[in-house]
């Protein structure tokens, strides 16, 4: 009887394992198993190992993404050795700041992977948008002589004292900049160092994954880049550009808080009025109280009522048989487009998602 309860905590994370690597499998690379820091058992390396797989896989995606038009996000070296950066019409350049852990990844760069992510996810390859390396708190300076320091990526994995350094100088050169500190799951030194470079920073938090990263600096991007409307505002058609919405409601159906708020914001910069539910239960309450919603966007992978059984549940109401809604998920394949048609759904669109092909999409579902 005395070994039962560490059974018992060795099956509660395999059971958590389990049900990462079946997210993964269905292609989430976000997924991640729960690991407690100083285990050293079969089950916690296990954790431990998808997690570098699912980790690493992440990044791969994201250095390996197509590029999103003509233009791709610009990627400057703020060293003295590196290239610099024009401004654009006069006007400073708009940027996410990078620092790596450059003593034990090689020639990966995944702090500059989650913040080029980030940029793509908006559909944001902006003339004005870079992502700006610093080796050192001299580039912090550096890059905010030039560039509009938006907000910042850090690595925890580097050593204390260069990253503390680091955080110093650009809480002095960029004031109010959102600061993210990167320490993964299972790495409790990292977590260490995070903890010390946030603490006493008013806009500084702790980001335990690269997908959150990447939400994080959009989420921040979104609601701190100067003239974010302006630079978002530039769509498939020619006069788009010039055209807002008036008020028309959008139901967001999406568990990840994290995603809601990128979502709510974008959608509000253009003239939509959000309305939200974090799950499909939720969803189909706020449709049956509030019957002037012009469309749905829906995540398909929820807990308990996934998108497509919450599709199909709304189709069953008459009154929902012409509300046009739109799949927005990380399931990219031939096969989930197909199951989300079956399902209902009119339009399937994947993460990270381009603002300005997601309102492309609003507007010709909602004026038909």
Request: proline share 6%.
């Amino acid at each position: 009887m005395s070994g039962a309860p560490d059974d018992r905590v060795g099956d509660a994370r395999l059971d958590g394992l389990l049900r990462a690597m079946r997210s993964y499998y269905a292609g989430d690379t976000s997924a991640r198993a729960p690991v407690v820091p100083g285990e050293s058992d079969q089950a916690a390396e296990l954790c431990r190992l998808f997690n570098a797989i699912s980790e690493r896989s992440a990044l791969l995606e994201q250095r390996l993404a197509p590029p999103r038009g003509e233009n791709d996000v610009q990627f400057v070296d703020a060293s003295p050795s590196g290239q610099g950066h024009t401004s654009v019409d006069g006007e400073h350049p708009l940027a996410i700041a990078v620092f790596e852990d450059d003593t034990d990844h090689g020639p990966l760069e995944p702090m500059r992977a989650a913040a080029e992510a980030a940029l793509r996810g908006l559909g944001g390859t902006w003339e004005r948008a870079c992502v700006q390396r610093l080796r050192s708190p001299e580039d912090a300076f550096e890059v905010a002589r030039v560039n509009g320091v938006v907000c910042a990526l850090l690595d925890a994995r580097a050593p204390l004292g260069p990253l503390l350094a680091v955080a110093d100088a650009l809480a002095a050169a960029a004031p109010g900049s959102a600061v993210m500190v990167f320490a993964p799951e299972g790495d409790p030194l990292a977590v260490d160092h995070a903890v010390s470079a946030v603490r006493g920073r008013d806009r500084a938090e702790i980001v335990r994954s690269f997908g959150q990263a990447s939400e994080r600096l959009t989420l921040h991007w979104l609601t701190n880049a100067p003239g974010a409307d302006e630079l978002t505002a530039q769509a498939p058609d020619p006069t788009y550009g010039q055209a807002r919405f008036e008020g028309e409601k959008v139901l967001v159906v999406d568990d990840d808080v994290r995603n809601v708020f990128a979502m709510v914001s974008a959608l509000e910069l253009y003239g939509l009025t959000a309305l939200t539910a974090d799950s499909g239960f939720e969803a189909i309450e706020i449709l049956q109280r509030t019957p002037d919603v012009s469309l749905v966007l829906m995540d398909l992978m929820m807990p308990g009522l996934d998108g497509y059984d919450t599709t199909t549940r709304i189709r069953c109401r008459p009154v929902f048989a012409d509300l046009p809604i739109i799949a927005v998920t990380a399931r990219a394949g031939v096969s989930d487009r197909e199951r989300s048609l079956e399902a209902g759904i009119n339009e399937h669109i994947t993460k990270p998602v381009e603002v300005k092909h997601l309102l492309s999409l609003i507007r010709g579902l909602i004026k038909q």
